[in-house]
């Protein structure tokens, strides 16, 4: 039995799902991360587990006991805020004393127990400051301080970083995962952003519209996502929606082009599917203009003209129009990507073994449509 | 007794920060209508006040303090000033046990419900408090059969049994209806100001119940809003005429005005020493939150004006 459990939870607001029948499993010491789109359910699946929601249906077993009714001041959870949620009339010292005073503790522990979380979140001088003393970051690492205080079985964080700016974002969130593992403390983390999951979690569970579509490690949720939602909403990706001609061989007709992909056991000839390619997986060649209208692309060479050229530091995306409704995405290496700019013909290529091709029914078909003109 | 209607905030001293690069500018043009328009303000405000100054001082024939001193030989200044106060300190402390938790709880739980307050505390601004006074003589002076029915049998009780009818405790009640308009909203404001729910949340999360959620986190950051409100209920008490008129009490707004029909220069000098009284409150309000500890008062506006 796993540390923590949901077990078939459902909540409802008025006839409206927010969560629908969620079984999940988090062990202890774990980092297990919910990431979706706003509305997805995951902050309400949070919020059930602090207690501040009641699930309409379904158990939560925290250590073999069940405390779906239990009253979130009685629950041993840790929570952090979006908004810091610091009380604003303490000091950073005061507020980190503030759920230890409760149980009651002698004196010198609290204050020993302060000082010993303002040095590990990195404040020690800060302790007698006020939170509109202290900058963003500041505030949220005192939040953390504050939540591990009370010795949580469970800490809990609902997008903590979303309020802060990049850099900050980049250095906490390294230190809550530092701090999460040195204290060997079971988290779950709340977020919309993939790429911070992808940094700081033992598992992902990728979720949309209150059920989760893909719970797994962060290199398989990226590498290998079992669902189009997954593949669409964690990194960006090149979309080809076609047939599949042949399962064995590994073919796949997607608008104009035959694409080579991997041999597929589990999908039949014929089948409706959607082929993504990473835009890292893409490489770029030359071409000559004839080759680039006569629409001469074989295999996975596809030829286009350049239409956006950006430059991010390691590498460059580039925005290649390939015909008159797709332009694919491709991100070179910066030191490869000095030949080619904007207006140039060029073949983008990738290897077939780089496809991951998922079977794609109606309602999915609309959902890739929906998630396209988000991200667009 | 008068209240200033200005909101105090730190906007005075914000703009006393930027002034410098104002200085840049030509001097001739900035030195223009807004200086008028604060000595017009200034002069608005302040003469009817200095009049009222003079007059006090002046008892016909030489200036003195005359009026003062008859003021406080006076005996039924000393019963009505110190009656009225404690009808106000009554009405403030039972306006603020019932609305404080009122308003915290629409706000956490009942956020549906607010419309019905809003709407509940704009009445006394719409109904005249000689139509209440008149209704509370009316109700409990001869309770009827549907009053009795219709209050469940409390109006009965209280009027036979306890009598209340043109007693202080009902003008206390009928007090705090008049004031509900200026207790609701400051708080309701403050409340809205400092993300009461999740700020509540994160205290349950840390072990913290109900109760001492709101009086060891809420309340130490709504006090503005409490203060203002209390200033506000205080100031209408101290001042209200007609329910005491009709209830005969005898309050100090009453004698004020039998003052000001009998001697004026007495009633000047009354209206002074109200106004001295409570300036020196509000004052000392205002540096009570500005220099408490954390200094959250310096980013609160007192909203004393708001609601009036």
Known sequence: MAFLELENIAKYFGRNAAVEHIDL?????????????????????????????????????????????????????????????????????????????????????IKHRCAELLELVGLSDKGSSFPHQLSGGQQQRIALARALAVEPKVLLLDEPLSALDAKVRVSLRNEIRRVQQQLKMTAIYVTHDQEEALAISDRIAVMAKGHIEQLDQPEEIYSNPRTVFAASFVGSSNQFQGVLESAGEGLCQADDYLLHVSPQQELKDGEQVLVLTRPEEMSIGPTTEEEAYSGNSSGNHITGIIELRTFLGPFTRFHVRVNKNMILTADIPSQQARDYFVAQHVTLSFPPDACQVLPLDSNESNLVKQIESKTV | MEVSSQGISKHSTANAAISPTHKNKPARRSFGLDKIVLILVMLYLLVPLGATLVFSLNNGK?????????????????????????????????????????????????????????????????????????????????????????????????????????????????????????????????????????????????????????????????WPGIISAALLTFATVMGEFTVASL?????????????????????????????????????????????????????????????K
């Open chain 1, 25 to 109: 499993s988090v062990e202890r010491s774990e980092f297990l991360t919910l990431l979706g789109p706003s509305g997805c359910g995951k902050t309400t699946i949070l919020r059930m587990i602090a207690g501040f929601e009641t699930p309409s249906e379904g158990n939560i077993l925290l250590d073999d006991e069940n405390i779906t009714n239990r009253a979130a001041s009685k629950r041993p959870m840790g929570m952090v805020f979006q908004s810091y949620a610091l009380f604003p009339h303490m000091t950073a010292e005061q507020n980190i004393a503030f759920g230890i005073s409760i149980q009651h503790k002698p004196k010198d522990f």
């Open chain 2, 62 to 222: 030489n200036f003195g303090l005359s009026s003062f001193q008859r003021i406080i030989s006076d005996a039924d200044f000393a019963t009505t000033f110190p009656f009225s106060i404690e009808l106000a300190v009554a009405t403030t402390i039972l306006m603020v046990i019932l609305i404080t938790p009122t308003a915290y709880w629409i706000q956490l739980r009942l956020p549906q419900a607010r419309p019905i307050m809003d709407f509940l505390t704009l009445v006394p601004f719409g109904v005249p408090a000689i139509v209440m006074a008149f209704g509370l003589i009316e109700v409990y002076g001869s309770p009827n059969a549907l009053v009795s029915v219709l209050s469940l049998g409390l109006v009965p009780l209280l009027s036979n049994q306890l009598n209340v009818v043109n007693t202080p405790p009902l003008m206390v009640c009928a007090y705090v209806i008049i004031a509900l308009p200026f207790t609701y909203r400051p708080i309701d404001n403050n409340l809205r100001a400092i993300n009461t729910s999740v700020l509540s949340e994160a205290a349950y999360s840390l072990g913290c119940g109900w109760w001492r959620t709101f009086l060891t986190v809420i309340l130490p950051n709504i």
């Open chain 2, 247 to 307: 209830f005969s009490i005898y309050t100090f707004p009453i004698y004020l005005n039998v003052t000001g029909q009998n001697d004026a220069h007495k009633a000047a000098a009354l209206t002074i020493l109200s106004f001295t009284i409570t300036l020196i409150c509000v004052l000392g309000i205002i540096l009570l939150i500005r220099f408490r500890p954390g200094g959250a008062g310096k980013d609160s506006q007192i909203e004393i004006g708001t609601a």
